[in-house]
Protein backbone atom coordinates (compact mmCIF):
# COMPACT_ATOMS: atom_id res chain seq x y z
CA UNK A 1 0.00 0.00 0.00
CA UNK A 2 2.52 2.51 0.65
CA UNK A 3 4.48 1.51 -2.15
CA UNK A 4 1.32 2.78 -4.51
CA UNK A 5 0.87 5.53 -1.91
CA UNK A 6 4.61 6.94 -2.57
CA UNK A 7 3.94 6.64 -6.93
CA UNK A 8 1.34 10.04 -6.33
CA UNK A 9 -1.93 7.84 -7.65
CA UNK A 10 -4.55 10.30 -7.96
CA UNK A 11 -4.74 14.03 -8.07
CA UNK A 12 -7.56 16.15 -7.01
CA UNK A 13 -9.08 18.51 -9.62
CA UNK A 14 -11.80 21.30 -8.64
CA UNK A 15 -15.21 21.56 -10.63
CA UNK A 16 -17.64 24.40 -10.25
CA UNK A 17 -21.37 23.25 -11.45
CA UNK A 18 -23.13 25.31 -14.34
CA UNK A 19 -24.40 28.07 -12.32
CA UNK A 20 -21.26 28.65 -9.92
CA UNK A 21 -23.13 27.65 -6.75
CA UNK A 22 -21.69 24.75 -6.14
CA UNK A 23 -17.70 23.97 -5.95
CA UNK A 24 -16.24 20.28 -5.75
CA UNK A 25 -13.05 18.77 -5.23
CA UNK A 26 -13.25 15.36 -7.24
CA UNK A 27 -10.89 12.39 -7.17
CA UNK A 28 -9.25 11.20 -9.96
CA UNK A 29 -6.94 8.19 -10.17
CA UNK A 30 -3.84 8.04 -12.48
CA UNK A 31 -3.25 4.46 -11.18
CA UNK A 32 -5.61 1.79 -9.89
CA UNK A 33 -5.16 0.31 -6.42
CA UNK A 34 -4.62 -3.01 -6.63
CA UNK A 35 -7.90 -3.74 -4.33
CA UNK A 36 -8.07 -7.42 -5.29
CA UNK A 37 -4.52 -8.34 -3.98
CA UNK A 38 -4.73 -6.39 -0.96
CA UNK A 39 -8.25 -8.13 -0.20
CA UNK A 40 -6.20 -11.64 -0.77
CA UNK A 41 -3.38 -11.03 1.78
CA UNK A 42 -5.65 -9.33 4.45
CA UNK A 43 -8.18 -12.23 3.85
CA UNK A 44 -4.79 -14.44 4.75
CA UNK A 45 -4.29 -12.59 7.86
CA UNK A 46 -7.56 -13.35 9.43
CA UNK A 47 -7.67 -16.75 8.44
CA UNK A 48 -3.86 -17.05 10.88
CA UNK A 49 -5.31 -15.02 13.37
CA UNK A 50 -8.22 -17.10 13.65
CA UNK A 51 -5.70 -20.00 13.42
CA UNK A 52 -3.84 -18.44 15.84
CA UNK A 53 -6.76 -18.70 18.02
CA UNK A 54 -7.62 -22.22 17.37
CA UNK A 55 -4.77 -23.49 17.88
CA UNK A 56 -4.64 -22.35 21.60
CA UNK A 57 -7.40 -24.17 22.67
CA UNK A 58 -5.78 -27.14 21.21
CA UNK A 59 -2.95 -26.95 22.99
CA UNK A 60 -4.89 -26.29 26.30
CA UNK A 61 -7.23 -29.30 25.75
CA UNK A 62 -3.68 -31.42 25.25
CA UNK A 63 -2.03 -29.75 28.29
CA UNK A 64 -4.92 -30.76 30.31
CA UNK A 65 -5.67 -34.15 29.00
CA UNK A 66 -2.01 -34.94 28.81
CA UNK A 67 -2.39 -36.09 25.20
CA UNK A 68 -1.58 -35.53 21.67
CA UNK A 69 -4.97 -36.28 21.02
CA UNK A 70 -7.25 -34.87 23.27
CA UNK A 71 -10.78 -35.52 23.37
CA UNK A 72 -12.89 -33.95 20.60
CA UNK A 73 -10.02 -33.34 18.92
CA UNK A 74 -11.93 -32.35 16.00
CA UNK A 75 -14.38 -29.97 17.44
CA UNK A 76 -11.89 -27.88 19.22
CA UNK A 77 -12.06 -24.50 18.54
CA UNK A 78 -11.64 -21.06 20.00
CA UNK A 79 -15.84 -19.86 20.07
CA UNK A 80 -16.35 -16.16 19.52
CA UNK A 81 -19.71 -15.47 21.04
CA UNK A 82 -22.13 -12.12 20.73
CA UNK A 83 -24.03 -12.75 24.18
CA UNK A 84 -23.29 -15.42 27.34
CA UNK A 85 -26.18 -17.59 26.57
CA UNK A 86 -24.26 -18.12 22.53
CA UNK A 87 -21.13 -18.46 24.62
CA UNK A 88 -22.38 -21.57 26.62
CA UNK A 89 -23.97 -22.97 23.95
CA UNK A 90 -21.22 -22.80 21.77
CA UNK A 91 -18.76 -23.90 24.51
CA UNK A 92 -20.33 -27.14 24.86
CA UNK A 93 -18.98 -27.90 21.27
CA UNK A 94 -15.76 -26.13 20.57
CA UNK A 95 -14.23 -26.47 24.09
CA UNK A 96 -14.66 -30.18 25.03
CA UNK A 97 -13.61 -31.20 28.22
CA UNK A 98 -11.39 -28.27 28.71
CA UNK A 99 -12.32 -27.86 32.96
CA UNK A 100 -14.55 -25.00 33.68
CA UNK A 101 -11.77 -22.03 35.74
CA UNK A 102 -10.03 -22.43 32.29
CA UNK A 103 -13.46 -22.29 30.44
CA UNK A 104 -13.93 -18.90 32.26
CA UNK A 105 -10.70 -17.43 31.05
CA UNK A 106 -11.67 -17.72 26.91
CA UNK A 107 -15.27 -16.23 28.20
CA UNK A 108 -13.43 -13.69 29.87
CA UNK A 109 -12.08 -12.50 26.64
CA UNK A 110 -15.27 -13.10 24.44
CA UNK A 111 -16.29 -9.83 22.55
CA UNK A 112 -19.19 -9.05 24.76
CA UNK A 113 -17.09 -9.18 27.88
CA UNK A 114 -14.05 -6.88 25.77
CA UNK A 115 -15.75 -3.55 24.21
CA UNK A 116 -13.89 -1.08 22.52
CA UNK A 117 -14.09 2.75 23.32
CA UNK A 118 -14.93 3.48 18.98
CA UNK A 119 -14.84 0.32 17.64
CA UNK A 120 -16.68 -2.74 17.62
CA UNK A 121 -15.04 -5.84 20.01
CA UNK A 122 -12.11 -6.45 18.23
CA UNK A 123 -12.76 -10.23 18.46
CA UNK A 124 -15.81 -9.16 17.00
CA UNK A 125 -14.44 -7.69 13.97
CA UNK A 126 -12.15 -10.65 13.52
CA UNK A 127 -14.87 -13.03 13.45
CA UNK A 128 -17.43 -11.29 11.70
CA UNK A 129 -15.05 -10.23 8.68
CA UNK A 130 -12.85 -13.81 8.71
CA UNK A 131 -16.64 -15.09 8.45
CA UNK A 132 -17.41 -12.95 5.37
CA UNK A 133 -13.92 -14.04 3.83
CA UNK A 134 -14.79 -17.45 3.90
CA UNK A 135 -17.95 -16.91 1.14
CA UNK A 136 -17.07 -13.49 -0.49
CA UNK A 137 -13.60 -10.90 -0.81
CA UNK A 138 -13.62 -8.38 2.58
CA UNK A 139 -14.72 -5.12 1.08
CA UNK A 140 -11.73 -2.55 1.27
CA UNK A 141 -11.72 0.74 -0.07
CA UNK A 142 -10.56 4.37 -0.28
CA UNK A 143 -11.44 5.88 2.65
CA UNK A 144 -10.78 9.56 2.34
CA UNK A 145 -10.29 12.10 5.35
CA UNK A 146 -9.66 15.85 4.85
CA UNK A 147 -7.62 18.27 6.54
CA UNK A 148 -5.95 21.67 7.22
CA UNK A 149 -7.49 24.84 6.14
CA UNK A 150 -9.89 24.45 3.50
CA UNK A 151 -10.20 28.14 1.70
CA UNK A 152 -12.30 29.54 -0.95
CA UNK A 153 -11.27 32.42 -2.24
CA UNK A 154 -12.43 34.94 -4.76
CA UNK A 155 -15.02 37.86 -5.31
CA UNK A 156 -18.14 36.05 -2.68
CA UNK A 157 -21.43 38.02 -3.36
CA UNK A 158 -22.24 40.30 -0.55
CA UNK A 159 -24.46 38.19 2.05
CA UNK A 160 -24.25 35.03 0.64
CA UNK A 161 -23.76 31.90 3.13
CA UNK A 162 -21.51 28.90 2.62
CA UNK A 163 -22.13 25.50 3.91
CA UNK A 164 -19.11 22.78 3.56
CA UNK A 165 -20.08 19.48 3.27
CA UNK A 166 -17.24 16.27 3.02
CA UNK A 167 -18.08 12.73 1.93
CA UNK A 168 -17.38 10.34 4.47
CA UNK A 169 -18.35 7.61 2.42
CA UNK A 170 -16.52 5.08 -0.87
CA UNK A 171 -14.16 7.47 -2.37
CA UNK A 172 -13.65 6.07 -6.07
CA UNK A 173 -12.05 7.28 -9.88
CA UNK A 174 -14.79 10.27 -9.73
CA UNK A 175 -16.09 10.87 -6.57
CA UNK A 176 -16.69 14.58 -5.16
CA UNK A 177 -14.05 14.23 -1.72
CA UNK A 178 -15.76 17.83 -0.91
CA UNK A 179 -18.12 20.69 -1.52
CA UNK A 180 -18.76 23.97 -0.77
CA UNK A 181 -22.25 25.28 -1.54
CA UNK A 182 -23.34 29.17 -2.11
CA UNK A 183 -26.42 29.49 -1.94
CA UNK A 184 -26.26 32.48 -5.13
CA UNK A 185 -23.97 32.55 -7.86
CA UNK A 186 -19.89 33.03 -7.20
CA UNK A 187 -18.37 32.37 -9.88
CA UNK A 188 -14.61 32.92 -10.44
CA UNK A 189 -13.73 30.94 -7.05
CA UNK A 190 -11.07 28.98 -6.14
CA UNK A 191 -9.95 27.10 -3.11
CA UNK A 192 -7.05 27.08 -1.65
CA UNK A 193 -4.97 25.50 1.27
CA UNK A 194 -6.26 22.15 1.12
CA UNK A 195 -4.66 18.73 2.23
CA UNK A 196 -6.46 15.78 1.26
CA UNK A 197 -5.06 12.52 2.67
CA UNK A 198 -6.46 9.30 1.36
CA UNK A 199 -6.73 5.72 3.31
CA UNK A 200 -7.41 2.54 2.62
CA UNK A 201 -9.88 1.52 5.04
CA UNK A 202 -12.05 -1.86 6.09
CA UNK A 203 -15.67 -2.04 6.63
CA UNK A 204 -16.65 -3.97 9.66
CA UNK A 205 -20.12 -1.87 10.70
CA UNK A 206 -20.71 0.86 13.79
CA UNK A 207 -20.04 0.28 17.24
CA UNK A 208 -23.71 0.95 17.62
CA UNK A 209 -26.52 2.32 16.46
CA UNK A 210 -25.53 6.27 17.35
CA UNK A 211 -22.27 5.91 16.50
CA UNK A 212 -20.72 8.06 13.52
CA UNK A 213 -20.59 7.08 10.10
CA UNK A 214 -16.78 6.85 10.24
CA UNK A 215 -17.01 4.70 13.14
CA UNK A 216 -18.03 1.90 10.50
CA UNK A 217 -14.27 1.80 9.03
CA UNK A 218 -11.06 1.65 10.22
CA UNK A 219 -8.13 2.07 7.83
CA UNK A 220 -6.68 -1.37 7.06
CA UNK A 221 -3.03 -1.52 8.81
CA UNK A 222 -4.39 0.27 11.58
CA UNK A 223 -6.91 -2.35 12.04
CA UNK A 224 -4.17 -5.19 11.05
CA UNK A 225 -2.22 -4.06 14.13
CA UNK A 226 -5.48 -3.99 16.87
CA UNK A 227 -6.41 -7.01 16.19
CA UNK A 228 -2.78 -8.94 16.01
CA UNK A 229 -2.45 -6.93 19.44
CA UNK A 230 -5.79 -8.29 20.96
CA UNK A 231 -5.00 -12.38 19.43
CA UNK A 232 -1.31 -11.84 21.29
CA UNK A 233 -3.25 -10.69 24.57
CA UNK A 234 -5.50 -13.56 24.65
CA UNK A 235 -2.65 -16.07 23.94
CA UNK A 236 -0.49 -14.65 26.08
CA UNK A 237 -3.03 -14.20 29.02
CA UNK A 238 -3.22 -18.46 29.11
CA UNK A 239 0.90 -18.67 28.93
CA UNK A 240 0.26 -16.62 32.51
CA UNK A 241 -2.15 -19.59 33.88
Known amino acids: MAAWMNRHPYNITQQPNSDSTRYSLILRENEAAPFLRWTLIFGDFLNNLRSALDYLVYSVAMFESKSSLPPYEGNLAFPLA ?79 NC ?48 GPDGSERTECIALMDLLSDEVRTVIYSFAKL
Not at 83 to 91: D, H, L, N, R
Not at 106 to 119: D, I, K, S, T, V
Not at 187 to 206: A, R, S, Y
Open 82 to 160: KSQPEFIETARRRLGDISLPVQAVFERFQPYNRPHPHLPPLLGILRDCNNRDKHRLVKLIYGGSWGGKVSLEGMMPVGA
Open 163 to 210: ELTANLGELKDGAEIVAVTIDRPAPGMNFTNLEVILTVNVWHGKRDET
